[in-house]
């Protein structure tokens, strides 16, 4: 594997550019991002010693619009993992045409461990922090792994204390009662249900006959469980942080889910039960879980999660990645040479994104919408880039995953093309 997660991100950049119609010059530009901020938040804890935070917000890209990507709470973040999460928002929001560029942010925290208190004083202080980085015409927070709507609230709160005026546009997925829109929560994973629904008619795979295997019961894994299990797939293994439960015959997920809100943790925040104490079922680690004989395999967790260790182990006949980043370029490889379709993150996991742009419309035109309205216009849009990427896939015979950058990169390149030639003199004359 190479040495950097970024590193290992913008390889995928050199592989589609053969494909798109799109100059050297912008995707060598492509290749950095446009602006890194790193900030120290100096947290008040309970027991009143001060604690100091690093946090960290990139811009990306801005050429489509304003930046736009969620924010993460995870002990292991970095700068170069908040990099690569830009550089996948950039191309995400370029392939479901959203008018965003992308941006990413986090803090090296474990929430876990802080009370309710201590998060809140964290979260408003990452906003002190990085004010001036941010705005709803500039680059729009979301929640990420670890961070939820509560989160959000507090954020938007406290950039509208800092600007003086009420500024629900710069934060998506909030609380309803400040300006969240419906279905934002499961959109991750009910866009990801799209993606499926669309793809596998065209492999004549029915949902009863379809295992599928979930790694990460969060947000995503979770909702996408029961989605699927109610649309008669057979969720046979399912997965936290702390291991997996299996079971043939097919999970009853919404007792699982049940099970897991009972172990609420600090305020419903996170959950502390894990699936590992369902005993009735056959206990299995995240590795084994990878490596089920299933139809369906969806990494819903976190990056690097099937690399060149593993990748030989893996059975699957189809990946939907929900989680950002969960497959490592050599990896990529070895599952397109074992015929293992993989469908990649930029596009599966772009409901979440593309309901946050919803949420962004709503908060700057004043007017809410239904959840039918919200669902009916995350299917169209999910489904008609399913199909388009389908399309190049099928017409370039590339992977779904360099369709999928083929088709962002087309649409980079026309905006780049758009802004003019300022930019772009080559041997001193305008290219
Ligand atoms: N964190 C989510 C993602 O990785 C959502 C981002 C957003 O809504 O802006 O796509």
């Not at 709470?73 to 995400?92: C, G, I, R």
């Not at 389908?390 to 390149?413: C, D, F, K, P």
Request: proline share 4%; with cysteine; aromatic share 8%.
């Amino acid at each position: 594997m190479s040495d950097s997660l970024f590193a290992d991100a913008s390889k995928r950049l050199q592989t589609a550019m053969k494909y798109a119609s799109i100059s050297e010059d912008a995707v060598e530009r492509l290749k950095y991002p446009k602006a890194s901020l790193s900030v120290s938040i100096p947290v008040r804890m309970d027991n009143g010693t001060l604690q100091v935070f690093q946090g960290y917000r990139v811009r990306y890209d801005d050429t489509r619009g304003p930046g736009k990507g969620g924010v993460r709470y995870h002990p292991n973040v970095s700068l170069d993992e908040v990099q690569s999460l830009a550089f996948w928002m950039t191309f995400k929001c370029a392939v479901l045409n959203l008018p965003f560029g992308g941006a990413k942010g986090g803090i090296t925290v474990d929430p876990k461990a802080l009370s309710k208190l201590e998060l809140e004083r964290l979260s408003r202080g990452y906003v002190d922090a990085i004010a001036d980085f941010i705005g709803p015409d500039v680059d729009i927070l979301a929640p990420d792994v670890y961070t939820n709507a509560m989160i959000m609230g507090w954020m938007m709160d406290q950039y509208s204390i800092i600007r003086r005026q009420i500024s629900p546009a710069v934060v998506t997925g909030k609380p309803l009662t400040m300006g969240g829109s419906v279905g934002r929560d499961g959109a991750t994973a009910t866009g990801a249900f799209f993606a499926i629904e669309a793809i596998m008619p065209k492999f004549d795979q029915l949902p009863s006959q379809t295992t599928v295997a979930i790694q990460g019961f969060g947000k995503a894994g979770s909702v996408m469980a029961e989605l699927l299990a109610r649309a008669g797939y057979k969720v046979v293994a399912v997965s936290d942080s702390q291991g997996g439960i299996y079971a043939k015959k097919g999970l009853d997920i919404p007792s699982i889910r049940q099970y897991k809100a009972m172990g609420n943790g600090i305020t419903a925040l996170y959950c502390k039960n894990t699936v590992c104490n369902i005993v009735e079922h056959e206990i299995l680690s995240n590795q084994d879980l990878l490596a089920l004989d299933v139809d369906i395999l969806i990494p819903a967790a976190l990056e690097n999660q099937i690399t060149e260790a593993n990748v030989n182990d893996i059975k699957a006949k189809y990946i939907f990645e929900v989680a950002n980043g969960p497959i490592t370029s050599e990896a990529d490889k070895v599952l397109e040479a074992k015929g293992i379709y993989v469908f990649p993150d930029i596009l599966v996991n772009a409901g979440g994104v593309t309901v946050s742009y919803f949420e962004w419309v709503q908060n700057r035109s004043g007017l809410y919408w239904t959840i039918e309205e919200v669902n009916q216009r995350l299917k169209q849009k999910m489904i008609e880039e399913t199909e388009r990427i389908w399309s190049i896939s099928q017409e370039l015979a590339i992977s779904m995953r360099t369709a999928a950058y083929v088709h962002a990169l087309n649409r980079l390149g026309e905006a780049l093309n758009a802004k003019g030639t300022r930019d772009y003199y080559i041997n001193g004359r305008i290219s």
